[in-house]
């Protein structure tokens, strides 16, 4: 349900790479290409001022400090052309980068090559791509990085060194010194390029629960606005009620109109029941946190998908191990983030269960625990380690859901919010399978007595919503 829903309003959120960026796009905003150029200006110079007036080693100086100022002009040109809050397009995030490994290459070329300690710097612009653009730019800085590397192996001017000593590194070292580079690269680059993905898609999912919990908890405050709605329609009525009345004592010999009038008092008679029902006050005041039993709980979590696919079995009782006094069956609060949470895991059961889905609540003394289990294939053994995680699902490509009967391919968030709200109550979740020769899933969700029962919950009736009374 949620994939549905989250796809509807979110189409883009299927359009990512491998490393989680959709196409043309760039995290990279100008602020901080800038600064990052900054800090690497300023480094520069300070190596070539050190090297050559600190050490007193000869190099081409001038040379140098000529592409470090025209790295120093573009950072001015860039800063007064564009706001700091600007985000680059992937293009020209890719030529800014592209520039900075030439840039550096060039540096090099003038100060030894490859044998420059400060060699393995090349690797900084692909490490920036990794983390803010997608795989393909990544590739193309990563082999223009290694390209100037190997070119800077054969061409390049002699390192800044002192004048009676000659160095030179043999050519099969420098070749190690390129392998290095290269493995150097491809673990950060990937390292970089895993940490965006991750804490790119948390974001994404956290946005979307919160999307959901939020139009569950406006489902819920119902109540308080029809409460208001019954107080508004309360002078109205009251007036058509008054004046019905006057019109079936002026009307007493017109036998047709009077029943009429009759009716239309009959029926004025039955808003105002509905109202007084509206705006009478539940035991909980507080139409977000009613109470139910846990039977109820599960009753309302299920009752979306109990006609529209395999059949739905809700069972509760206490363990033959309670207490005497932890035999009554616990009443919580009605929060919107479980009720959708089991909701989700239910509907996920019911997709992929071939006849039923056996819902089921025990407690005891100490814990609550609510076990969803289907009768279909179960969880695969590669993703039931990582359930839970955002873009981890369960459905296949163009699998059909057994509810809707729609190709249900999913964004793999079903669990993520209904692990994220569950937990967000006090829950701990655990995935498992059934045991052969049974086949299915099976969830757990598991409460603290303390922390799912209401204090003095054994002595009071739950309450049932405004709504909930005008609707019977």
Same mark, same amino acid.
Request: aromatic residues 8%.
């Given at each position: ?58 190099? !081409? ?58 060699? =393995? ?244 003394? *100490? ?13 695969? !053994? ?33 669990? =993520? ?6 937990? *967000? ?48």
């Amino acid at each position: 349900m949620a994939e549905r829903e989250l796809q509807r309003e979110f189409p883009g959120m299927n359009s990512v790479d491998r490393f989680g960026h959709g196409p043309g796009d760039s995290r990279l905003r100008m602020q901080t290409i800038i600064r990052l150029r900054w800090f690497g200006v300023g480094g520069q110079l300070i190596t070539v001022i050190g090297v050559y007036w600190g050490l007193g080693f000869d190099l !081409p100086v001038g040379y140098c400090l000529a592409l470090i100022a025209f790295s120093a002009w573009v950072n001015v040109f860039l800063r007064v052309r564009y706001s700091a809050r600007h985000r680059l397009s992937s293009n020209f995030a890719t030529s800014l980068l592209a520039y900075d490994i030439l840039e550096l290459a060039a540096l090099l070329y003038l100060t030894g090559g490859i044998e420059n300690p400060f060699m =393995f710097l090349i690797v900084a612009p692909v490490t920036v791509s990794a983390a803010t653009l997608d795989l393909r730019t990544t590739v193309m800085l990563g082999c223009l990085a290694l390209t100037a590397a190997l070119f800077l192996i054969f061409f390049h001017l002699p390192l800044p060194w002192t004048a009676v000593e000659k160095f030179a590194l043999p050519r099969l070292y420098k070749f190690g010194l390129l392998a290095s580079i290269a493995a150097g690269m491809i673990f950060l680059v990937l390292y970089a390029a895993r940490l965006s993905k991750e804490s790119r898609q948390m974001s994404a999912a956290l946005t979307a629960t919160e999307h959901i919990l939020a139009r569950e908890q406006k489902l819920h405050a119902l109540d308080g606005l029809a409460a208001a709605a019954a107080h508004e329609l309360g002078t109205p009525l009251a007036t058509i009620s008054l004046v019905t009345k006057e019109l079936q004592r002026d009307t007493a010999g017109l036998p047709a109109i009077r029943d009429d009038i009759a009716l239309l008092q009959s029926q004025a008679d039955r808003c105002r029941e509905i109202l007084r029902k509206l705006t009478s006050r539940p035991a909980e005041p507080d139409p977000h946190h009613v109470s139910l039993p846990v039977t109820q709980l599960l009753q309302e979590a299920a009752a979306p998908y109990r006609m529209l696919g395999p059949h739905i079995d809700i069972a509760a009782k206490a363990e033959a191990t309670a207490a005497s006094a932890s035999q009554r069956e616990p009443i919580g609060e009605r929060r919107p983030g479980v009720i959708y949470g089991l909701g989700n895991i239910i509907e996920n059961a019911a997709d992929f269960a071939r006849e039923r889905v056996e819902v089921q609540a025990r407690w005891d003394q *100490r814990e609550v625990v609510v076990t969803i289990a289907d009768d279909g294939p179960g969880f695969a !053994p590669e993703i039931i380690d990582t359930l839970g995680e955002p873009y981890v699902t369960t459905r296949a490509s163009g699998q059909r859901s057994a509810i809707t009967g729609k190709e249900a391919s999913g964004l793999g968030l079903g669990f =993520f919010i209904a692990k994220t709200l569950l937990e *967000r109550s006090g829950a701990r979740l655990v995935f498992t399978n059934r045991q052969a020769p049974l086949s299915g899933a099976i969830v757990r969700v598991v409460w603290p007595r303390h922390a799912f029962d209401l204090p003095g919950g054994g002595d009071r009736q739950p309450a049932v919503s405004a709504v909930q009374q005008a609707a019977a």
